[in-house]
């Protein structure tokens, strides 16, 4: 694997499970947010999110905005299968940089998770999560 693209799966794994320890441990410390209880994310392990954030690289460098490709945790080891999506949206230039949003879908468990992140494209080639 390329450094950059090794550099983009690094950050982008950095980022998404960043939320998902906020989101579990928000879920074990506050009544109000049982509702992410058997969410996707809660099922997803260090490998799980590997697999997703390859998805990602993948379809922000070769689909086009509202084109999806289809992703899932087979062979990373998880007892729990879970699929989705990745679906780049609304390509347009901040700072001049070439940004995405994108669509991320998951399924596991008869539960479905969406998350739609800014990603912008660095002037070394790597996609960097933007902060919202």
Known sequence: ???????FAHASLRTIAAAA???VSATASAANLGFLN???ITYMKQRDLQALNKAAQIALNTKQ??????????????TVPINGT???QETFESGGLKCRKVTL?????????TWIPTACK????TWKLKKQ
């Open 1 to 7: 694997m390329p450094i950059r693209d090794r550099a």
């Open 21 to 23: 320890l906020v989101a």
């Open 38 to 40: 058997n969410t996707p």
């Open 65 to 78: 905005d509202g084109e999806s490709l289809d992703w899932n945790n087979e062979g990373t080891g998880n």
């Open 86 to 88: 990745v679906t780049p």
């Open 105 to 113: 879908v998951a399924h596991a468990k008869g539960q479905t998770q």
């Open 122 to 125: 660095q002037s070394d080639g």
